[in-house]
């Protein structure tokens, strides 16, 4: 999603901006929910490995470094199961997950905040705030051609209107 676009508001789209508003929200939140799902299965995983290790550790100390009539202490066990290379690749994907899911949050925060301003915006617009003295204004000139593109775009992507144009123009 080109995001920093889909937040974006023109004065002269207000209404395309209030009809977006709602799937641009659901679109964040699901993939809001899939980082935080995928956050959530690494948490386990990186729990699962802890434990594997831990068990490990404790089963065989001389693997780790230990030696015989070592005291094995649990400081000992934490740290050599925080080194394990399984265990630190788990953590450094749980830091991108957690990453993953602030920005979501981020993007679903920026919709709350777009739909603030667009509450804003339509109520300036009620009180004409917008409303142009002369048609000879920037704004003016820039709905106008809003508009003109929009009805282009619509009349090319429909192939009944094509076909009324060429029948127009093939009667000429």
Known sequence: MAFKDDVTLDVTNLDQAALSQPSLYLESGELWAKAVLQRDRLKERLSAKKAEVDEDVRNDPEKYGGYSGMKVTETWIANKILQHEEVIALV??????????????????????????????????????????????????????????????????????????KRRASNV
């Open 92 to 165: 450094d994907e749980l830091n991108k997950a957690q990453y993953d899911v602030n920005m979501m949050a981020v993007a679903k925060e920026s919709l709350d905040h777009r739909l603030k301003a667009l509450n804003i915006l339509s109520e300036l617009y009620k009180g004409n705030y917008f409303s142009a003295s002369t048609r000879s204004t920037e704004m003016y000139k820039k709905a106008v051609e809003n508009t003109e593109e929009a009805q282009r775009k619509t009349i090319e992507a429909s192939p009944r209107m094509q076909k009324l144009i």
